[in-house]
DNA sequence: GCGCTAATTGACCGGCCGGCCAGTTAGCGC
DNA sequence: GCGCTAACTGGCCGGCCGGTCAATTAGCGC
């Protein structure tokens, strides 16, 4: 800003800018979000801003695509990582995949805002992820080790839609009465999901 | 606006400015709505607004408010109309709280808003619906009809979220691969959920 | 009918928003 | 060292944002 320390380094700036921008998008939505607030958080110039990403807008791509990189990777190495199909594995699955949410707030915010804007540019990356997924689902379910009469789809997206709901709505349900902490409802959402994806024996 | 009709009806006007209000706030979340178009759309002037309703945040304040009536009133209403404690009974409230809102995408966007800004002063009519609803569950649980090993506001709490997040997030995951319709999604949910909270025999 | 209240209007405001641009200068290739 | 590119600055702008105000008038109580 000032005459002191004269050096350039793009690249900090940039991840300056992004960084900043992110904090304050996951905070408070794209409109809401004013660019000379965000350059006295980045300390940097509005110019700048201009300069390194064009306008709010692209600026706005640039960080929700970082942000669902970053998940998209999370996931793929957590699916991947993942070995015989059974049961068991769905569970702890199911665990791996709150606990990220919950050391993750900020992409849930970010996955929170972009649902209501209607913006689906990163649905192919996560149908990606959920095909994956559903596919692992299924070979499980042909093992006989998991309920073959439930769209493998809907199997997932049951579990990831709760996990997301609890935490995007965490604000509001936290103080519903008799509610539990994070692990004890991950606990009881376990005990239903686990018991009615598992056939009878 | 012109001369023509010289009607003054107050009602009918703040009736007007609501449900416009509701439409955009609805579609854009406060911050992005402007007071011009809003004025616009409810087809009156931008004073009039603020005669009416003192500022935008006020505005808001009402337009959630009048929403949140609606939903509760409407919730309680489904409450009351519950009969003998049993599981069928669960389903089917699963069932109507599920088509509720498919009903009533409004409420749900609404909701999703509030719960970003994390305002949460709709939570005490909230907390007053949980509880009557957790305490349904605790009766059927003591009958032997559910499990008795789970905490009644979880139950309550993951097929609230389940559902809210299957219209929340519809414009995700309506494109992930092998998703069903509302229908086949809420059957394939209620065979994990109805399974998961009644106890074997 | 008369007068008072409040609904309604349109002109207006200060502020700040996102964005632009001319000018400066650091840093890198040569 | 030299020059060129681009990183960076600060001042500026048009527009429109939410909000105000004085003037007008419809409608209701009496």
Redesign the interface.
């Known amino acids: 800003m000032n005459q002191r320390t004269q050096i350039r380094d793009p690249e900090l700036t940039r991840a300056r800018i992004l960084e900043a921008a992110e904090a304050l998008f996951v905070e ?5 979000v004013k660019l000379s607030e965000l350059a006295r958080a980045a300390e940097v110039t509005k110019s700048l801003i201009h300069h390194h990403f064009g306008s709010k807008e692209q600026l706005w791509e640039a960080v929700k695509d970082r942000a669902f990189e970053r998940y998209f990777t999370a996931q793929m190495a957590m699916l991947e990582e993942a070995g015989e199909p059974d049961a068991a594995l769905l569970r702890s699955s199911v665990e791996a995949y709150f606990h990220f949410l919950r050391e993750n707030p900020g992409v849930v ?1 970010l ?6 804007e ?3 540019h990163c ?1 192919e990356l ?2 990606q992820l ?2 994956a997924g ?1 596919e692992w689902v299924r070979q499980t379910q042909l093992r006989g080790l998991l ?1 073959a ?7 997932i ?2 579990f ?3 996990c ?3 935490f ?2 965490k ?3 936290q ?6 902490s994070d692990e ?2 991950l606990e ?2 376990l ?7 598992t056939p ?1 024996e």
């Not at 103080?175 to 539990?180: I, L, V, Y």
């Open positions: 408070q939505g794209f409109s809401a915010r996955f929170a805002w972009t649902h209501l209607g913006d689906n649905s996560d149908s959920v095909g559903a309920r009469d439930i769209n493998p789809t809907h199997i997206a049951v990831v839609m709760t997301t709901q609890w995007e709505a604000c509001h349900h103080h519903w009465p008799g509610m539990g004890a409802f009881d959402f005990k239903i999901f686990m018991e009615g994806v009878r």
